[in-house]
């Protein structure tokens, strides 16, 4: 990432005033007690995975957005974080300890904080591409030895655990379940955030921009970047906490690789510029696979290609190209291209499903497989010819007619006119 990027990440962080976050907040406020009263129970539910998923993200971005390191390995933090609130949980069904519901996540605090020193000290020996290795290398430790570990993980059946009343309240009610979810996930959003307003946070900062000046002034980077990771890593052990008290069950899943990449995915999409970019971006991949996941099972290669095109041609994420594109005013003299534009992305989009799912469909026919049949298979509750010209031809047709959508945008956006006054294409 560019040093222009990294500053407006800074800037982020520092541009609103006081008056605007009481105004923010009071605005977050009003859509959290809202959001029950309109969308149902089930949906509800899946607004609890998108907060956590969004809490996960900016922990995350901590280690990148400040310190440039990339972290492969942080699914190690939020599974040590679901298990130890499993742990407590369980603690507090057999009556061996008393701790009010609302206060069971401060277990996955703890146990990512503990994790994050231990992991960091090793992990932060090395910079790049090393550390990036090393922190996947305990995460997969972990992932390996947690259905082996019975008494701590539970095998691979993992660890259950209901939640108990507490403070007047059964916490058996997906609403109420939401009230605990949405009030852990804004304290620890502001958390974060005035964490990269603080000297550490600041220290941080100076600390990815260049390391090797730090250490001539002075500094112990080694300490700074193992604490700025704990913290980090603490933050990750709330979601996993969060995750156990909704789910009430944890198993050796959570460590596997696929949610250290996903958080990354997740962070990149939305935008690690923007201090709110990974928590939209977490929150509407959420809520993609959720939906998605009901109708196909491409879902994850959809997800990988949103991914794939976001790094290629928006490097910013979706939020910073949205920012920029309405803080440039582009708006008032490219509207016309950007719709161009977006349908012609919509266009190929549409082309992509398509042949997606036919292939799928020709795969998984038993009747094709054995030469059986009339050679056509069922899709979208219609048959189509799996090997004719004129199957093909719609996908075909509808990829280079978006094709063509986007080259035309791209050609009028940058006119001869335009690069003589410095002014490039969207």
Known sequence: MSANQMSSGRLSYSAASGASWVGWTVLVLVIAVAVPLLIPGRLLATVNQMLIAALFALSFNVVWQQMRLLSFGHAAFFGLGAFATIHLMRA??????????PLLPVAGMLGGLVAGLIIGYF????????????????????????????????????????????????FGSVEEVYALVVLWTLAGGLAIYYLGTTPLGRLAYALGDNEMRLQFLGYRTRHTKTLVFALSAMFSGLAGGLFAVVNENVDYTVFRASYSGLVVIHTFVGGPGIFLGPAIGASA?????????????????????IFIVVVMFVPQ????????????????????????????????????????????????????????GDGSVELWHRRWPAFGITTWLWPAAAAAIGGALIWFAAKVTDTPARRQN?????
């Open 285 to 305: 991949l959420t809520f993609f696979g959720s939906v998605t996941s009901d109708v196909t099972r491409l879902w994850p290669l959809y997800q990988g290609i």
């Open 92 to 101: 507090v069904a057999a009556e061996a300890i008393f701790i009010p519901a």
């Open 317 to 372: 994420g979706v939020i910073g190209f949205v920012r920029d594109y309405f803080a440039q005013a582009l708006w008032r003299t490219h509207w016309r291209q950007s719709v161009l534009g977006a349908v012609g992305v919509l266009f190929i989009a549409a082309a992509m499903v398509f042949a997606a799912e036919l292939l799928l469909a020709i795969s998984l026919d038993p009747l094709l497989a054995q030469g059986l």
């Open 123 to 170: 992990a932060t020996v090395r910079t790049g591409t090393y550390f990036a290795m090393i922190t996947l290398a305990f995460s997969e430790l972990l992932h390996q030895i947690a259905p082996q570990w019975t008494g701590l993980f539970g095998g691979e059946a993992g660890m259950s655990s209901m939640r108990m009343p507490s403070l007047g309240l059964a």
């Open 422 to 426: 410095g002014e490039g294409a969207l």
